[in-house]
């Protein structure tokens, strides 16, 4: 590696997650709900049969109060507040896109009490057959793909399992998504008795598998039968390509995986997605192929963003197509959102077209989408965290960008 490349890969959380003095029980598994209702001196014998009620008023119908889980004694409800709370991640703020899109910007406890909290954002997209929510993983990013707003933050620290799935819960709070509850009207939600959160997307601020075990914690609780039951098929990771941890986050989540791929040569990689210069594009290949479950049913999706003079020739469509070959794949063409300080533009959109044009023949492509919450800054790549203000000239060509398309 040269002087020129040998630039940090990940960086160091700078701090660290420290539990209130009293917890919350979101996050936690049925197992250890059970040390949770022991540690308050629930008999063995009726700890299973609590944590199953517990698992139905917390995941199933939403509460937020042990006082109204009505199946169970005063007494035990009494214990349970005065121990543990059913708090999920502080809605600071909340924005409506002109396209029904919702962004969130969520506060969290900082390391030192009274100090700084931490704070991350999530993303409802909502669409006439689907919503998908985007969540996220860390407080800013481990890596420093070159193209994301998101990866020009510190990484402050690692989300718990209980902030991951509780980005899903502060979701459906807001939607009106348990059972009984009242749709927003400032927006595009589903009407009826369709659910507001049907996908779950790991693309928001983070690298999931540098937090793979929250990660995993988070999604098994989401993708339970008995509570918010969530499809693992309608679940997606989205990876930059860390290799190791692919196979296990196949083995142990069961979800579906994207690739943020966005070059054909390592070369061009190495700038774009600087994890490459340590797990390049054959071994990522390579760990694609062996994803556990992978087949045409459950393909793997390869994010490609759309960079104008940079990686959008039809000579790169044509190559990222037989790079893709043997692997059961469908690609996802991403326009470039645009940021204050980035270096890149977006691709034509006749280039885009013909892009899209090659890899739709070869039968990879989905439909390129029209970017979505781009005026207040949910879409692909912009996410960052209001931990790292801007300044107010980047905030105003934030928003001349945005409403230039």
């Avoid at 997307?201 to 918010?228: H, K, Q, T």
């Avoid at 693992?232 to 579906?256: D, F, H, Q, W, Y």
């Avoid at 490459?276 to 694609?288: Q, S, T, V």
Wanted: aromatic fraction near 6%.
């Amino acid at each position: 590696m040269t002087p020129e490349t040998a630039v940090f890969v990940e960086k160091t959380p700078l701090e660290r997650y420290v539990a209130p003095a009293k917890p919350s029980l979101l996050g936690l598994s049925r197992a250890e709900l059970a040390d949770a209702l022991a540690d308050i001196g629930v008999p063995p014998a009726q700890r299973k049969m609590r944590v199953q009620q517990l698992w139905h008023w917390i995941y199933f119908r939403g509460f937020t109060e042990f006082d109204a889980m009505t199946s169970m004694g005063k007494d035990l409800r009494a214990a349970l507040a005065e121990r543990f709370t059913l708090a999920r991640p502080e809605v600071v703020a909340e924005q409506v896109s002109v396209d029904g899109t919702r962004k969130w910007l969520l506060r969290l406890p900082g390391e030192t009490q009274g100090e700084r909290p931490h704070e991350v954002e999530c993303v409802y997209i909502p669409d006439t057959e689907r919503g998908t929510l985007c969540v996220s993983s860390q407080v800013g990013c481990t890596l420093t793909c070159s193209f994301c707003h998101t990866g020009t933050q510190r990484l402050v620290r690692n989300l718990t399992a209980g902030e991951i799935a509780g980005q899903v819960m502060v979701a459906r709070d807001r939607l009106g998504d348990w059972p009984g509850g009242v749709r927003p009207t400032d927006g595009v939600v589903p009407s009826g008795d369709n659910r507001c959160v049907t996908n779950i997307v790991m693309m928001g601020m983070g690298e999931p598998l540098y937090n793979l075990d929250a990660v995993r914690d988070a999604l098994l609780i989401v993708s339970d039968g008995e509570g918010i039951g969530i499809s693992k098929r309608r679940i997606t990771l989205s990876t930059s390509g860390v290799v190791p941890n692919i196979e296990r986050a196949g083995a142990e989540i069961g979800c579906m995986l994207a690739i943020s791929l966005h070059a054909v040569r390592d070369e061009l990689r190495n700038e774009l997605v600087p994890l490459n210069r340590k797990y390049p594009i054959a071994e990522l290949l390579e760990a694609c192929r062996n994803y556990p479950g992978v087949s045409n049913a459950r393909r793997i999706t390869f994010e490609y963003v759309m960079l104008k003079g940079v990686n959008d020739s039809i000579e790169e469509a044509k190559a990222l197509v037989r790079l893709l070959k043997g692997i059961p794949a469908k690609i996802n063409l991403i326009p470039f959102n645009p940021w204050p300080g980035s270096r890149y533009e977006c691709s034509d959109w006749e280039q885009i077209e013909k892009f899209s044009q090659v890899v739709f023949d070869a039968g990879y492509a989905s439909p390129v989408r029209t970017p979505r919450g781009r005026d207040i800054f949910a879409a692909c790549g912009q996410l960052k965290s209001a931990t790292e203000k801007l300044t107010a000239r980047e905030r105003m060509a934030l928003r001349a960008m945005a409403m230039t398309d």
